[in-house]
């Protein structure tokens, strides 16, 4: 099932590749010192997000399951480097890239479109690095 909103298409029909959702923003973050990991709980309609990073070594992010808390490891947070390293993607500084949110579980009957899908309702983000930089997120 494809769940994830539609990319928009010209005026001839072509898809446009590479262009976000045609629809408006569901929720917004944005955070300036990213030296610890912080955990962003998405808008129950959210299917696709936009991640930036700026300064820095970047970003990256890690889907968190619902499973975990403050006191489940992983501990519901995201570890760039070392040998505990737990991400799932990379934000170049200066890039953005975009994500379809991934399924977590098979979903139920009722409900927003996050839990009808079971996608993964929370994301994780840090600094790629140990110099702080800003990363932001956008819902849709």
Same mark, same amino acid.
């Given at each position: 099932?494809?769940?994830?909103?539609?990319?928009?298409?010209?005026?001839?029909?072509?898809?446009?590749?590479?262009?976000?959702?045609?629809?408006?923003?569901?929720?917004?973050?944005?955070?300036?010192?990213?030296?610890?990991?912080?955990?962003?709980?998405?808008?129950?309609?959210?299917?696709?997000?936009?991640?930036?990073?700026?300064? %820095? !070594?970047?970003?990256?992010?890690?889907?968190?399951?619902?499973?975990?808390?403050?006191? +489940?490891?992983?501990? @519901? &947070? $995201?570890?760039?480097?070392?040998?505990?390293?737990?991400?799932?993607?990379?934000?170049?500084? %200066? !890039?953005?890239?975009?994500?379809?949110?991934?399924?977590?579980?098979?979903?139920?009957? +009722?409900?927003?479109? @996050? &839990? $009808?899908?079971?996608?993964?309702?929370?994301?994780?983000?840090?600094?790629?690095?140990?110099?702080?930089?800003?990363?932001?997120?956008?819902?849709?």
């Amino acid at each position: 099932m494809n769940y994830a909103k539609s990319i928009p298409r010209d005026a001839g029909g072509a898809p446009m590749q590479g262009y976000p959702a045609p629809v408006p923003a569901l929720a917004t973050s944005n955070r300036e010192t990213t030296a610890v990991s912080s955990i962003i709980i998405l808008n129950q309609n959210t299917t696709t997000l936009e991640v930036s990073a700026f300064g %820095g !070594q970047g970003g990256v992010i890690r889907w968190v399951p619902i499973a975990e808390s403050p006191t +489940v490891s992983p501990y @519901g &947070s $995201v570890v760039a480097s070392g040998l505990g390293a737990s991400f799932d993607h990379t934000i170049p500084s %200066g !890039q953005i890239r975009r994500f379809v949110v991934p399924r977590q579980s098979q979903g139920t009957n +009722v409900g927003a479109t @996050g &839990s $009808v899908n079971g996608l993964y309702q929370r994301v994780a983000t840090v600094a790629a690095g140990t110099t702080a930089a800003s990363i932001m997120v956008t819902e849709y």
